[in-house]
């Protein structure tokens, strides 16, 4: 019997990346960490020994707990923090099962730019329209959740950039950009592993339209009017971003089982 507070790989799978879901913590001891030093999409570092620091950075959110195995570690601290009116479970089999699971994404600890264990700074150019939301939105749900993002004028991107520590991305001859056909957005799915197919399905609408490709996807045109019309809402770009983020949640819901569903009318005659 499984336990009450015990969750499997395949049901993780279909958490990652959607709003509201648990925080995944990897709390793998430093000696099995740089054993296979990759993570789950969306998870965080953190000290198997510091309850109490994890306590306080979860902030009354639930969590899911992934040590090697599964066993005493993931366990022990899933029941403190349940014991302390957290909601909270453990991977079964850790993140050895996870590795084993088909086709799961793991990101290379090493691709995050900066220090890992601490959250990401991201600069591009202000006014965003489709890739310069696609991406935050991806960060944040698949890599850093804790990510930040600055928009600045185009000539300030570089100068930001090393006054603040921060990455630049979607800019012309960046490493975190454009690539031959491919965009901004497909560069990050590479560079974090992040190939799947539910996010290749999205990747090429995202491409189609930030490309002025919409052959290549349908869903193109629809994606540019949106993002457009987002962009003429605000002024503020950090307020357009997190009205945007929905958006690609809707999409990403769409890509991953939602893209076989139609819709005509009137409705009987197609039930």
């Not at 066993?71 to 909270?88: I, N, P, T």
């Not at 850790?94 to 086709?103: D, I, M, Q, V, Y």
């Not at 698949?142 to 950039?161: I, N, T």
């Not at 974090?192 to 290549?216: I, M, N, S």
């Amino acid at each position: 019997m499984a336990a009450p507070n015990e969750i499997a790989p395949a049901q993780l799978t279909r958490l990652i990346g959607i709003p509201g879901a648990s925080c995944i913590v990897d709390i793998r001891t430093p000696e099995d960490f740089a054993e296979d030093p990759y993570l789950i999409p969306g998870s965080f570092r953190h000290d198997p020994k510091d309850p109490e620091g994890l306590i306080q950075r979860l902030a009354g959110s639930p969590s899911i707990l992934a040590c090697q195995k599964g066993k005493k570690l993931s366990q022990g601290m899933a029941s403190w923090l349940r014991s302390e009116g957290l909601v909270a479970e453990y991977l079964k089999g850790g993140t050895e099962a996870w590795k084993a699971l088909p086709a799961a994404p793991r990101v290379p600890y090493g691709a995050l730019p900066g220090n890992p264990d601490a959250p990401s700074l991201w600069v591009t150019r202000h006014r965003p329209k489709i890739d310069r939301i696609a991406c935050p939105w991806l960060i944040r749900r698949f890599v850093d959740p804790e990510a930040r993002f600055l928009f600045v004028a185009p000539a300030e991107v570089v100068l930001v950039a090393e006054r603040f520590g921060a990455t630049p991305f979607d800019t012309e001859g960046g490493f975190w950009s454009h690539r031959g056909e491919n965009c901004s957005f497909d560069t990050m799915l590479d560079e974090f592993g992040l190939h799947t197919e539910a996010l290749d399905r999205l990747a090429l609408v995202v491409r189609a339209a930030d490309t002025k490709q919409h052959q290549l996807a349908p869903e193109a045109a629809g994606l540019l009017a949106l993002s457009v019309g987002l962009s003429r809402q605000f002024r503020d770009d950090h307020q357009q971003l997190a009205a945007g983020l929905p958006l690609y949640d809707a999409l990403y819901r769409w890509a991953r089982d939602g893209q076989g569903e139609s819709h005509n009318w009137p409705s009987e005659k197609h039930q």
